[in-house]
């Protein structure tokens, strides 16, 4: 009979995730994983095979994460327009500052390079569309957004903004990313938003 794991393989990849953030590609080892989680490197290779391994699997748990997004943050947000703020914000929360923004960026495009771990990335990327356009489209139907909205354009252009914001943010230091990601994704919704009712 199989000893219980005793640590979750969840909890393995958000210590992934955090040590991804303070170290880069560079000084991101099985052993600064295993012991953020207070386990031995040999652990971890039993469970991932290898370091190539763990990031596969924190791609493919990124990918389930940014699919029921949407529903979870829904739930706490009065408007579908708040919620879609609150979901590009957290979209990018393991990089509060720019130092971990970089070292994100930095594996991303490590990524880009690795045909499989680009697939992965890719279908984050695409869970992560089709999340925004999910409350657009919940906007629309709300009366939130102005009618005839395309908002498959209007998803690619928030995705785009976001991105876009916390490239420019990590140069220019100015505000909390979350402050400017809300600020930049008000400022592209604005044009799109019914008129209040007087």
Known sequence: MARPRS???????????????????????????????????????QRFGSKRGLLLALAEQSARDA???????????????????????ELTDQSSTPESFAHHL???CTDLTDPELRRHALVVHEAQRRAVEALLAEALAGGE?????????????VQAVTVGTGLVWALDRRDALAVRLRRE??????????????
């Not at 699919?67 to 408007?79: E, F, I, K, L, Y």
């Not at 009618?147 to 354009?153: S, W």
């Open 7 to 45: 640590v979750e393989d969840a909890v393995i990849l958000r210590a992934a995730a955090e040590v991804m953030g303070r170290t880069g590609p560079v000084g991101f080892t099985l052993a600064a994983v295993a012991e953020e989680v207070g386990l031995v490197a040999g652990t971890l290779v």
């Open 67 to 89: 699919d029921s997004a949407p529903a979870r943050v829904r739930q706490v947000h009065g408007t579908a327009l708040d919620a879609l703020e609150a979901l590009v914000v």
């Open 106 to 108: 930095a594996f991303l």
């Open 145 to 157: 957004l102005r009618p005839g909205t395309d908002t498959g354009a209007l998803a690619d252009t």
């Open 185 to 198: 994704v008000a400022a592209v919704l604005s044009a799109h938003r019914n008129p209040p009712e007087a």
